[in-house]
């Protein structure tokens, strides 16, 4: 079936058992990666965040693109959470407390 969209340039994909929104190449590679890294890592509130972007990516017949912001947000917030060992803060209160935490 994803051959035959692929082929047919069809933005859409099975995936277990659901037909989701299929970006670009570079997208699908990245989102990939994405949740590869966040799986080994241990971070599953954060792939979990990933995976509803991309559920509000795939909505029909329009796709929830706040939503998909919103939860992509969320996945960001939650890596610098682990990654500066603080719990609680918003993603902008990290920022200012952890200046060097992006390059």
Known sequence: ?????????????????????????????????AVVALQEVGYQTAKSEIHQAIVDLSRRPEPDLTGAIQHAMAAMECVAREYCNDPQPTFGKLIGRYPDMLP
């Open 1 to 33: 079936m994803n051959d035959f969209f692929r082929e047919e340039e069809i933005g859409w994909k099975l995936v277990d058992g659901r037909v989701v929104s299929r970006g670009s190449e570079d997208f699908e590679a990245g989102i990939e990666r």
